[in-house]
């Protein structure tokens, strides 16, 4: 596997869209998703769904990256968040001015199991109801190899985000939750990005239909994976491959 890596496209990229593509987490068998409506639409890893959930990868003026879904739940722009450590959260209705954003509260004690969670939604806003956050969530992202990444949380929390070790269970959905994990990186931290289409036209990022299951169990392997072969196969199924 030769070419440009994932984050070195990133990194050549101006701002605003930059590619789309499938994330996969190293250490669960399936992709990151937004449940919508699921624990304020959280990201996770259904265990149980193949089904393909594309993801904008957008660079931001800072040079950072930030996360919004290909097909969004109404239509309207959102982009991945988590709530800060002191509890607060950049929220606006959809659709709104980008310029009036305000912080919200999400109470601890009422919301301690969303603490570091990343989110679509904001728990608690002004209005009392759950809000969409349009606002990006900017994540450092570093080149592991060809297609597999890390995402590091600058936003008022330094820490790996990655893949929670248990499942969680809740309103007839399971999926393991994405949140910021800690210092120390492991499997649930590191990605494989499977790029299906370049935005820009100085972006080349190695399109995941150019590799073969062997590139990309050999690309796994190489981040320490001890079934490689059985991760890749899932993978070529979200993908439709």
């Not at 209705?93 to 919200?104: Q, S, V």
Request: net charge negative.
């Amino acid at each position: 596997m030769t070419g440009v890596s994932v984050a070195a496209s990133l990194g050549a990229a101006g701002p605003g869209p930059t590619l789309t593509a499938q994330l996969f987490p190293l250490s669960a068998h399936g992709n990151v998703r937004a449940s919508y409506n699921w624990r304020f639409s959280a990201l996770n890893v259904d265990p149980n769904d193949a089904s393909p959930f594309v993801w904008v990868f957008q660079k931001t003026e800072g040079g950072s990256v930030a996360l919004s879904p290909r097909d969004g739940s109404d239509g309207s722009s959102a982009w991945a968040s988590k709530k800060m450590p002191d509890g607060s959260v950049t929220w606006s209705p959809p659709n709104g001015d980008l310029g009036e954003a305000r912080w919200a509260t999400a109470y601890p004690d009422e919301h301690e199991n969303f603490a570091n969670v990343v989110q679509m939604q904001v728990p608690e806003a002004d209005s009392g109801y759950p809000e969409w956050n349009p606002f990006p969530y900017e994540w450092t992202l570093t080149g592991l190899g060809l297609l597999t990444v890390e995402l590091w949380d600058t936003n008022g929390y330094s820490a790996y985000i990655g893949v929670n070790e248990s499942i969680t269970t809740d309103n007839d959905h399971a999926g393991y939750l994405i949140l910021s994990r800690g210092t120390t990186t492991d499997l649930s931290c590191k990605f494989l990005v499977a790029v299906q289409q370049n935005l820009q036209a100085a972006v080349h990022a190695p399109l995941f239909s150019s590799f073969s299951e062997a590139d990309v169990s050999a690309e796994v392997a190489r981040q320490g994976h001890g079934d490689p072969q059985t991760l890749t196969k899932a993978i070529f199924a979200a993908t439709g491959r």
